[in-house]
């Protein structure tokens, strides 16, 4: 959900200037709509156990500095 919630404002809500919190439900709702027409599911591009690895690498960055 997080990705998806990611993507919708990469792709939609950066690009466009709201007005108002009803104009950017409009908006949202309005991409749904589009994104609704023409569905791909989301692929993953890396495994659990990767991805798993990546942010315990990331952490040990962070715990050393």
Do not use: C, M
């Amino acid at each position: 959900v997080e990705r998806f919630f990611a993507l919708i404002s990469q792709r939609w809500i950066k690009r466009n200037s709201h007005r108002s919190t009803r104009e950017l439900e409009a908006s949202i709702r309005e991409y749904l709509a589009v994104y609704n027409n023409d569905p791909k599911p989301f692929v993953w591009q890396k495994t659990a156990d990767q991805i798993i690895e990546s942010i315990a690498r990331l952490s040990d960055k962070i715990n050393t500095k």
